[in-house]
């Protein structure tokens, strides 16, 4: 799967568990939901997905590619 933000030059190459995050985050889970939707589907034996989930996260928001849900009170 490719991502191209349209003021972006190159294109964001997601493969494997990147994919399946992109999958994921559809605005109605939060992120601890998509953490615990990818633990049912992925080993962590190292106990290491939110850790790289949240950072990919931060990753495609700096990229443009995603914004934070607004929360409403």
């Known amino acids: 799967m ?15 568990t990147a994919a399946a995050i992109w999958d994921l985050i559809d605005g109605r889970r939060a992120q601890a939901g998509v953490i615990a939707e990818l633990e049912a589907s992925f080993e962590d034996a190292a106990g290491r997905l939110g850790a790289q989930v949240e950072s990919f996260l931060i990753s495609l928001e700096a990229q443009r590619l995603i914004e934070p ?3 409403t009170n």
Not at 4 to 13: Q, S
């Open 2 to 16: 490719a991502l191209l933000h349209l003021d972006a030059a190159r294109p964001v190459v997601l493969e494997g």
């Open 69 to 71: 849900a607004r929360t």
